[in-house]
């Protein structure tokens, strides 16, 4: 099974998001819903451009 780049990058985003959340002190806690959320949204649709 081959994963691309982009889905990487969103597990990435998706463990840094989590770890960041529970490690770190909760004054930025909006900055880490959007890393988690983008890290959900790469992993999920594995592209980042639109389809116009």
């Known amino acids: 099974m ?3 780049k ?5 597990i990435i985003l998706l463990i840094v998001g989590i770890t960041a959340r529970f490690a770190l002190d ?3 806690s909006f900055l880490y819903g959007m ?3 983008a890290g959900i949204a790469l992993v999920v ?6 389809p116009i």
């Open 2 to 4: 081959k994963i691309n």
């Open 6 to 10: 982009v889905r990487i990058t969103g």
């Open 26 to 28: 909760d004054t930025y």
């Open 35 to 37: 890393l988690i959320g």
């Open 45 to 50: 649709t594995g592209k980042i451009k639109s």
